[in-house]
């Protein structure tokens, strides 16, 4: 018997690893898996750094530890199964659709057996989210986090919410002065092992994100700053807490230029690795809570961010696979502009963002779903190729986590998790940032060389797509602004819309 810990599972106090002390353990550092998409070198620097250090603690703490170091996952199952024929591996079930199915697959032609435990890396099972989903055809959040509200007890007052209410969003929607600065987060030097990955990342995975599939100018991506050991991500969490949890409510949803991090928690690199745990990041925030008097709606806006969205996205995933990965509802079949690969644009809040993504592999949730998304579902790229570059370019990415918030909230794919788009014209991005004031693009400008492309692309959007959207409760005010438009002013729209697609596709916005 032999515990199989996979790459996004590197916890000990969880799982098999926790049940099983006595067992021996197999990790497989495998080159195939990073040739998969051409990820950001952070990303596979965090990943193999990760392994490492983990592999590291494991031996520490007494225990053996098989590490295997292949060009292909398969050739680590094959070359553990010669050596022990017949064995018998555990491992917790992975949330990627088919890696399960993959993996037995595998074993089971090398002659060995194995067996799927629940994936303790998540608070809720999938037999609790079935009950609590029954058949319904489509799910809404606030329902789900008030049921794991319930369920975890955390921010309850017996069967009260904290404070009366289940929720404090619309305190959560503040701008920060203009002469706010927001408290640096920490930077995790690489030590000896992070920086023997790094050179490995530099020398063999040529073709990578370094590389872009477009060409064009590569500025090097910046120092590598994440945590790799469940240590550090603690030290991650602690800082978090004592600095920027204060604000992490009422400045969510704003976005500042050249602030990449504000007040987000920058944890999910950690908690999707394991090397965080959900419980132990939402009972620090509410033990903060107590403790100091950290405001509720930052509390609050905090927990349901882990609690709710981080559950219901993966639930969602594992129920809506292999559809959601394909889903198109909308018809969109643009590519992807090289911009997003290159960040050469003038649009001072694209820039500013991509720019962020190629330095750090992140980017806070509301540049990737207000900026980013936003931008592509606006001018129609297909939601598969926009999600395969969230899963290339960011730190944290992983299938099942993009595959919701990309094909589902990002680009309104599908209508399972939403019930419309999240899609905006430039007067959001102004209200929501200070990226306008410097922008060469006129933010109140429609039509016109240098009117921002956001508006024309918003416009031409809602008119390309109001079969399907204009009866939308949701959308009818909007629909109503397009419908007061005249038919000259709707095509000089149609026209530039078109155009900037032209554009974009050449690198000239
Ligand atoms: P904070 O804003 O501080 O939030 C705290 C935590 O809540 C995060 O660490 C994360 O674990 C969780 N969380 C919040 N929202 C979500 C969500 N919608 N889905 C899952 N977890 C959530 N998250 C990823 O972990 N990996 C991705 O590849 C990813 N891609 C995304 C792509 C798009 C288009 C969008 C709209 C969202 C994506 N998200 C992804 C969700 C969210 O943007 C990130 O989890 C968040 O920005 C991570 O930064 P943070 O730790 O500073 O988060």
Redesign the pocket.
Known sequence: MTVLVLGDQLNADVGPLADRPGERVLLIEAADLARRRPYHPHKLTLVFSAMRHFRDRLRESGRTVEYRQVERFADGIEAHLDADPGDELVVMRPPNHGTGDRLRELVERHGGQIEFVTNDLFLCSPDRFDDWAGEQPRYRHEDFYRFMRRETGYLMDDSEPVGGEWNYDEQNRETPPDDYSPPDPPVFEPDAITREVQSRVAETFVGSYEEPPYGGEWADPGPFRWPVTSDQAETALER?VTDRLAE?GPY?DALAAGEW?LN??????A??LGLLR?EAVIERVIEAYHERDVPLNSVEG?VR??LG??E???QIYRREMPELADANQLEQSESLPPLFWTGETDMACLADVIDGVRTRG????IE??MI??NFATLLGVEPQELNRW??AA?I???HW??T???VG??TFGTDVLSTKPYVSSANYVDKMSDYCGDCPYYKTKTTGERACPFNALYWDFLDRNAEHLSDNHRMGLVYNHLENKGEDEREAIRARAERLRERAQRSEL
């Open positions: 978090f992490f969510q991090a987000h928690a920058l944890l999910s690199p908690l999707n959900p905090f961010q882990v969205w981080r219901f996205m993966r992140y980017a806070h949730h990737r779903l980013l998304s969230f899963h960011y944290d990415a992983s986590v993009t919701p918030n990309v909230m990002g």
